[in-house]
Structures are given as structure tokens and as C-alpha cells.
């Protein structure tokens, strides 16, 4: 007997399910990527230590997430050294229409190659993310790609492009209704002001973030505040006052950074007291930060003036000439990453 026209129509229709359900079926979420993923913001090393020990997920998809989410929870602890197995979830991502995981490969990417100082690579994976991330509602994930962008502007001493950037971090924070986010998103606005000079709104964002983290009992903002107001004080003259507001930093901090040595040793310098400043300046040479240095370098030949320092006039001369080619070299990498921005900006 032949099978009639609605048998046969019922019989394709069952083959073609069978057949695109299997081809487009995706493994269910393991729990143990769910608890990770769920905890990852607040205990970044609680959510390495589920990853590192569950089992290798044999599935393309599981894997590439498990991928994502270890580099996630290793760079919110530890310095990057490779970017290897992120790439794994970056290529995985990169053709889907996922646009979260696509811009969270991308932000790590970016943060990668920022800690590998690898500027112009960092920024093209932070400007690939920004456009992926406007497609999604994830504000947190929003403010960590563009606080990434402008910090590498900031760090490229790059203040006009890094305050649009800012800006749009603090709103995506705000948009998280996330505090934390809001008084880092604060500081780095505050930054931007005071590399341009206006010494009345980097103080105003300062003090918006100093009263938000009293407010939550979040302390330890109290140093980078505290230091960034100090540097706003001293570029108005105020030294003795920079100098009590960046001790108060280091005793909230107890190791601070080479910054707020270099600026106590620049205020002392300023007032004349060259034996407190000699210490601090030569505190602060712990740092990898090359215009840090460059700075550093130059405060202390400037020291040379004076006995007992003038013998290591030629020490200093040549360390300032070395951190002042590297910088020129950096400065060059500038204009590219300016003019990159524009033309993302203009496509």
C-alpha cells in the first residue's frame, strides 16, 4: 500500500526535526559554569577554584566558556602572562551572534594585552568590545569595557580621548546601580581633569567619590582618593597640605604606590627640605611606569644643585635621556592609538 500525501509530508517533517534539532541542539549548561559565572564579580577566586576543579567540558561551547571564565576570574587577581586560552573563546565567539560573550572575549583580550603593554592591540579588542556590549542591557559589563579603554588613554596620558570614555563608564555604572563602579568610575573622570587642568571639576569628582565610599564604609578608596586630591594640591602650590593628604594615603594603604612616594618627594623638593625629598624620589623608583620614572629622574637631577647629590649628576642625566627616548618612542605609539580611535569612531 502507498503511503498517502499527508503521510509522507508527516514523514519529512519528522526528518527535518530530527535533523536541525540535532544540528542546532546545544549542551545544557554544566552547574558548575553557572556557580562560577554566578559568583565571579564578588569572588573572582572563589570562581577560579570551581573551574580548576571540575572536569575539562569535551563540549566546543562548555569549553570555550569554561575558557572565558577562568581568564575572567584570573585577571580580576593576578597579571596576565598569556593570552592562549582566552583565545580559544574569542575565536568561538568572534562568528556567533552572542553579543555578551562576544564582548566579554573581547574585554579580556583587551585587558590581556594592556598588562602585556601592548597598547595598539588593547585598544582595538576594548573598541571591539564597546560595540559588541551596546547590544546587550549588561551595565557592569559595560562600565569594565569602556573604564578599560580610558584607562589605557589615561595611561597614554591621552586626557581628551579618556574623558568621553569615562564619562560613558560612569553612566554604565550608575545604570548597575553598583557603587563600587560609580567611585571608580569618579576617580578616573577626576584624573581626566586634572591632566586637563580643571582643578575644579577633578575636585568635585573626587569629593563626590570620597563622600559615596564614607557613605558605604568602603575604605579602601581612601587612598587613591586621598592621593589624587594631593597631586590637585600640589599643582596649586599647596604643599603642605598635598603632603598631609598623601601620608594619610599611605597610612590607609600601609604599601602604597610609587606615586605617592613621588609625590611627597616633589612637595618636599617644592619647600626646600632635599633630604626628605631625596628619600621619597628614590622610594618611588619601584616602578615599571616609564613617564613615572621619567619623572622621578627628573626631580632628582634637579637635586644635583645641592650637595650632597651633585655626584650623581651623571647617573641621573643618563637615566633622564634613557626614560625620555622611551617616551618619545611611546608618544609616537600615541598618534596611532588617537588616530585609530577616530576612524572606529567615524565607521
Known amino acids: 500500500m502507498k503511503p498517502n500525501a499527508v503521510t509522507c509530508l508527516l514523514l519529512i517533517f519528522c526528518v527535518m526535526n530530527l535533523f ?29 577554584r570551581i573551574l580548576e576543579s571540575m572536569p575539562m567540558p569535551a563540549d566546543k561551547g562548555q569549553h570555550a566558556l569554561w575558557c572565558l571564565l577562568v581568564t575572567q576570574a584570573e585577571c580580576k587577581q593576578f597579571p596576565a602572562s598569556s593570552d592562549s586560552l582566552l583565545r580559544i573563546a574569542y575565536d568561538y565567539y568572534k562568528p556567533t551572534d552572542n553579543a555578551r560573550r562576544k564582548a566579554m572575549a573581547a574585554l579580556y583580550m583587551g585587558t590581556i594585552n594592556y598588562q602585556l603593554r601592548k597598547a595598539e592591540e588593547a585598544q582595538a579588542f576594548y573598541l571591539e568590545a564597546a560595540t559588541e556590549v551596546e547590544k546587550t542591557s549588561d551595565f557592569k559589563l559595560g562600565y569594565l569595557i569602556m573604564s578599560g579603554l580610558g584607562n589605557l588613554y589615561l595611561f597614554r596620558n591621552l586626557p581628551d580621548e579618556a574623558l568621553e570614555d569615562c564619562q560613558t563608564a560612569y553612566e554604565y555604572a550608575v545604570k548597575a546601580s553598583y557603587k563600587r ?62 603632603i598631609t593628604l598623601e601620608k594619610e594615603a ?77 617616551i618619545y618612542i611611546v608618544d609616537k605609539s600615541k598618534e596611532i592609538i588617537t588616530y585609530k580611535k577616530n576612524t572606529k569612531m567615524k565607521s
Open 20 to 48: 536541525f534539532g540535532c544540528s542546532q541542539r546545544k549542551a545544557a549548561p554544566l552547574p558548575e559554569l553557572e556557580r562560577a559565572e554566578a559568583v565571579m564579580f564578588d569572588h573572582p577566586d572563589s570562581a577560579l
Open 181 to 242: 563602579y560609580e567611585i571608580a568610575s569618579l576617580r578616573f573622570l577626576a584624573r581626566c581633569y586634572t591632566l586637563k587642568t580643571n582643578f575644579d571639576k577633578a575636585l568635585s569628582c573626587y569629593e563626590q567619590a570620597l563622600e559615596l565610599a564614607d557613605s558605604l564604609n568602603l575604605d579602601y578608596f581612601y587612598y587613591s582618593i586621598k592621593s589624587g586630591l594631593a597631586e590637585i594640591y600640589s599643582l596649586l602650590g599647596q604643599y603642605e597640605k598635598a
Open 250 to 326: 599611605i597610612n590607609e594603604r600601609g604599601r602604597p604606590f610609587a606615586q605617592a612616594y613621588y609625590g611627597l618627594g616633589v612637595n618636599y623638593q617644592n619647600l626646600h627640605q632635599y633630604d626628605s625629598a631625596y628619600y621619597y624620589l628614590t622610594k618611588a623608583l619601584n616602578t615599571p611606569n616609564i613617564y613615572t620614572r621619567g619623572a622621578i629622574y627628573e626631580s632628582l637631577y634637579k637635586l644635583t644643585d645641592y650637595q650632597p647629590y651633585m655626584e650623581y649628576m651623571k647617573i641621573y642625566a643618563d637615566s633622564l635621556l634613557f626614560y625620555k627616548d622611551s
